[in-house]
């Protein structure tokens, strides 16, 4: 059985285990680069809950995170990677914001409620990371047109504020389009929410 990695490693070791466990989940191309270190260290510090690497980095550990950059930078490669850092109290699963418009156009306003104050599978982690935000589409069901996504932030927003239970996403989406697509009520919640982490926009795409 695999140690659980702990905050007083260092964090090139670290980065060596997620790498090693890289190539486990998506095969012999898959590589760290160095270039990504500045933002996998915040990853680092944020998931095993490094206080005072998060303080540097003026990351709060209440919030949390939201993952930007290009298309193909590896957002949800590290996202995944990062399920396996997390202590058991804040382990997460990584749902796709496209899956969810499908499960939308199935299941009507139910799947609303289903990611935010509904009841999860039993098994499954209340901390969700929304994968791949703005490749949803909005969906009608009998005819309503609804923006499915930005009713779930809000709802997860409740949450955060009652509970506590952390929010995190991916997107390629910039804060103003953030706001164009979901509202200004949406991105203003999100600056309470989440902890910004973004990719340099000139990064190349790794699938190329």
Same mark, same amino acid.
């Given at each position: 059985m695999e140690t659980e990695i702990k905050p007083h490693y260092n964090y090139q070791e670290v980065i060596?285990?997620?790498? !090693? !466990? *890289?190539?486990e989940l998506y095969g012999n191309h898959f590589k760290i680069l160095e270039s990504d270190y500045p933002i996998i260290y915040k990853l680092i510090a944020y998931f095993l809950k490094d206080e005072a690497t998060c303080f540097q980095y003026n990351i709060n550990l209440n919030k949390g995170i939201l993952l #930007? *950059?290009?298309v193909g930078c590896g957002k949800? #490669?590290?996202?995944n990677l990062m399920k396996h850092l997390a202590p058991i109290e804040h382990k997460f699963f990584v749902k796709p914001c496209r &899956?969810?418009?499908f499960e939308f156009i199935q299941d009507g306003y139910l799947i609303i409620h289903k990611y935010s104050k509904g009841k999860l599978y039993e098994s499954e982690p209340k901390t969700i990371c929304f &994968? &791949?935000?703005g490749t949803e589409n909005n969906l009608k069901y009998y005819g309503n047109e609804c923006n499915v996504m930005a009713e779930i932030l809000l709802s997860r927003y409740d949450i955060f504020t009652a509970k506590k239970i952390q929010t995190h996403i991916t997107t390629n989406l910039s804060a103003s389009e953030i706001e164009n697509v979901y509202g200004n009520r949406v991105r203003s919640r999100l600056r309470e929410m989440i902890n910004l982490i973004g990719f340099d926009k000139g990064i190349n795409d790794k699938r190329v």
């Open positions: 060596l285990w997620l790498e !090693k !466990k *890289g190539l #930007s *950059g290009p949800t #490669s590290l996202m &899956d969810i418009s &994968d &791949d935000l």
